[in-house]
Structure formats: C-alpha cells, structure tokens
T-cell receptor, first 116, second 116 residues
Framework: EPEVTQTPSHQVTQMGQEVILRCVPISNHLYFYWYRQILGQKVEFLVSFYNNEISEKSEIFDDQFSVERPDGSNFTLKIRSTKLEDSAMYFC??????????????FGPGTRLLVL | AQSVAQPEDQVNVAEGNPLTVKCTYSVSGNPYLFWYVQYPNRGLQFLLKYITGDNLVKGSYGFEAEFNKSQTSFHLKKPSALVSDSALYFCAVRDGAHSSASKIIFGSGTRLSIRP
C-alpha cells in the first residue's frame, strides 16, 4: 500500500541553523501539507501546497519557513534559522485530487526535530 | 472559525467492553470529519471519515463513528475493545465551504487505554 515517507526520522540541530525536512508524498497525490505537533500538544497546520504554490498558511508559517517541490517526487520544508520553540514532530501529508478518497489526507511517520 | 473539541483527555475501558471517544465540532459550512489514531512514536493513521451520506460510517480495525448534525458531534465507537486499541485518537474537521486545498483542524486528542 502506498505511503507518505519522511526523512530524516530524527534531527538534532543548533539554534540558528538551517534545517530541511524531506517528504515523498504518495505518487498520484497533488495536494501537500505540513503540520507539526509540539510534545504533548495538538497537531497544528503549517502550510498547504497545490499546483506549485502555497494555497494556505498559518500564523506559525512565518518568513523563516519555506516549502518547495524541487522535483516530481519530493516536498520539502525548510526552516532558515531554527529557534528552540521549533522543536516538534513535523508531519507531511498528501491527498489525491479525485476519486472516493480525495478528501483524506495521508500522513507520513514524522520527523522529530530537536533544537538545542 | 473551525474548531474541534475532544472533552476527554483519557478514556479507560476494560477489554471486551464497548468504547466511545467523544468529539464535537464547529464549522460554518458542511463538515468533513475524520478520525486519526497515533500509536507511540508513530505517525497519524487514518481511521475513518464522514463527508456525506449515511450518518454511520465504518472504518479500520472495527471502529465506527456516527455523525449527528443536530448535536454537532462525531463520536468514535467500537463494540468490543482490544488491548491493541490503546493509543492516542484525534478527531479532525475540514470546512467543506473552504477551498479543497484547505487544512484540517485537529482536536487535542484523547488517550484510550484498554486494560486486560
């Protein structure tokens, strides 16, 4: 069964460093999303991406964040200068544009980011 | 604004007994409702959804949920709990009146603990 995959599974970085989190969405999906979950808190929306542009972003998604689909398979989240409060589990999700399943977002296993 | 409430942080049930995990929602348009499950150190796994049609929807692992428009609820149920059902359960909603690229909003999660 197709799955969303994410790399790395864990990343530790120093405050102020740049990080890139990578996701490979399910192959026929065209809507892509990033969410995050700070330890012990709810899952929060960051950004949605469709047709090579951002569709919607939350207040969390400030100028330090960017997303990119550099090729036909990867979808990345970049944090330019990490802060301590960026420590969280980051989830990528994708969705197909059509068919009976088109409203379901499928999530990857997550990348646990720790900023020191 | 969209919102989801899961009033119980924790639900404890004996194995073999029925279980219910509560969820209420608020959206301005038609609700698209979802349940996801998160096992320890794992990603979010889709269980079931309500988009339209029959108010009782069936999903993975014997779970079902009932959409109640008048009570704005979408409670998750299972007739006979298993120890392996122990996990963190998230209710989520998308406002059908919004763009199809739109985010889903998650509840705060309910930890389900099934004792042998």
């Amino acid at each position: 069964e197709p799955e969303v995959t994410q790399t790395p599974s864990h990343q530790v970085t120093q405050m102020g460093q740049e990080v890139i989190l990578r996701c490979v969405p399910i192959s026929n999906h065209l809507y892509f999303y990033w969410y995050r979950q700070i330890l012990g808190q709810k899952v929060e929306f960051l950004v949605s991406f469709y047709n090579n542009e951002i569709s919607e972003k939350s207040e969390i998604f400030d100028d330090q964040f960017s997303v990119e689909r550099p090729d036909g398979s990867n979808f990345t989240l970049k944090i330019r200068s990490t802060k301590l409060e960026d420590s969280a589990m980051y989830f990528c999700a994708s969705r197909t544009p059509e068919g009976a399943d088109h409203e379901t977002q499928y999530f990857g296993p997550g990348t646990r980011l720790l900023v020191l | 604004a969209q919102s989801v409430a899961q009033p119980e942080d924790q639900v404890n049930v004996a194995e073999g007994n029925p279980l219910t995990v509560k969820c209420t929602y608020s959206v301005s348009g038609n609700p698209y409702l979802f349940w996801y499950v998160q096992y320890p150190n794992r990603g979010l796994q889709f269980l079931l959804k309500y988009i339209t049609g029959d108010n009782l929807v069936k999903g993975s692992y014997g779970f079902e949920a009932e959409f109640n428009k008048s009570q704005t609820s979408f409670h998750l149920k299972k007739p006979s709990a298993l120890v392996s059902d122990s996990a963190l359960y998230f209710c989520a909603v998308r406002d059908g009146a919004h763009s199809s690229a739109s985010k889903i909003i998650f509840g705060s999660g309910t930890r389900l603990s099934i004792r042998p």
